[in-house]
């Protein structure tokens, strides 16, 4: 499930910095560089989601 998870969060963070020229986001190693403003609310349904078993 933690890697569910964890796929959930990096792709919907990596969605809105294609959305978004205010936000970066880059992989460093096991690490995820955020710079910028998130939609939270987004990141909250994906996690929601992914634990859930949805989409």
Same mark, same amino acid.
């Not at 690490?31 to 859930?52: E, H, Q, T, Y």
């Given at each position: +499930? *933690?890697? @569910? %998870?964890?796929? !959930?969060? &990096?792709? *919907? =963070?990596?969605? @809105?910095?294609? %959305?978004? !020229?205010?936000? *970066? #986001?880059? @992989? $460093? /190693? $096991?690490? =995820? &560089?955020?710079?910028?403003?998130? $939609? %939270?609310? !987004?990141?909250? +349904? #994906? &996690?929601? /989601?992914? &634990? !859930? /078993?949805?989409?």
């Amino acid at each position: +499930m *933690e890697e @569910q %998870i964890r796929a !959930a969060i &990096v792709e *919907e =963070l990596t969605r @809105q910095a294609e %959305i978004s !020229a205010e936000l *970066e #986001v880059r @992989q $460093d /190693g $096991d690490r =995820l &560089v955020v710079n910028g403003p998130i $939609d %939270i609310d !987004a990141i909250i +349904m #994906v &996690v929601a /989601g992914s &634990v !859930a /078993g949805g989409p």
